[in-house]
């Protein structure tokens, strides 16, 4: 008996909790006086990816469960500095002189490229969340360790203030990681504004497919990734839209267990660092 108590109360806390980390999260709001998602009527500059491609050629792997990792303890001091480099052109780059496409490619691969930053600055860590300023704070979002047009800024501003706040693309989530297990993966490249559409649909169909990002148990029970708890407005207004999204663009297998249970049981997420091992 008490075991199927706790088998009924375990999913009701582990989703309890998952509102609550929702609820902490940094509310979806532009930087006051700035005008980031301004795009220019035409293209006047192109950025340049290239020695941050080769950085992801040199140290991406894929494991044998289909999660991309990062060879963070084989980097190279030349790569390290290369990396920073990568940042510091980026944070030199002015968004207004880019097209929408080109600006939203642009604080992708900035925030992915911090974030890697980040933890080869502290590493080893056995997640991003131990990269602390303090006893109550997980991880290094709030950092203001970037400076755009002369503004400092944190990844919570990149992804929160200025990505979800100007672009209302939800797919975003399937792009921008932290350096975790349970985020969608890293790409091999950097983001391009040309390719933009395809490759958000690739991710988002590579998330879902992954348990990770949705999985049915053998009893049908339905376990989601905490992205759509956390950003649940950005996929739709209730959890019966969120699940209708899974539906519509997960594996058929999975999109029928998923219209079969008619709910999502439970949310996880694995803040393991993506490292290789």
Not at 64 to 85: E, H
Not at 189 to 197: F, G, I, N, V
């Amino acid at each position: 008996m008490l075991r199927l108590f706790a088998a009924f109360l375990l999913p009701l806390a582990l989703t309890a909790c998952a509102s609550v980390e929702r609820i902490a999260l940094p509310k979806v709001a532009p930087i006051s006086g700035a005008n980031w998602a301004a795009a220019a009527d035409r293209q006047r500059i192109t950025v340049n990816y290239s020695a941050y491609d080769t950085f992801l050629q040199r140290y991406r792997t894929v494991d044998d469960s289909g999660i991309a990792r990062l060879r963070y303890k084989a980097v190279s001091p030349k790569d390290r500095a290369s990396l920073n480099s990568f940042v510091d052109q980026l944070e030199a780059t002015d968004p207004q002189t880019l097209t929408r496409d080109q600006q939203l490619a642009f604080w992708i691969n900035l925030y992915n490229a911090q974030t890697i930053a980040l933890i080869l600055d502290h590493y080893p860590v056995a997640s991003i969340r131990d990269i602390s300023d303090g006893p109550l704070r997980l991880g290094p979002w709030n950092r203001p360790d970037v400076q755009v047009r002369g503004q400092a800024l944190s990844l919570n501003d990149i992804e929160h203030r200025i990505v979800r706040a100007h672009f209302k693309e939800p797919r975003v989530h399937y792009a921008l990681n932290c350096a975790a297990l349970g985020c969608p993966n890293l790409k091999a490249e950097a983001w391009r504004p040309q390719s933009l559409d395809a490759d958000f649909e690739a991710a988002q169909t590579a998330y879902l497919a992954h348990p990770r990002g949705v999985s049915v148990d053998a009893n049908g029970r339905v376990t989601a990734s905490k992205i759509f708890i956390w950003f649940r407005e950005d996929f739709g207004t209730t959890n019966q839209d969120v699940l209708a999204q899974l539906v519509a663009h997960t594996t058929p297998e999975k999109s029928a267990a998923l219209a079969r249970r008619g709910r999502i049981d439970k949310y996880a997420y694995d803040w393991g660092l993506n490292e290789a091992r």
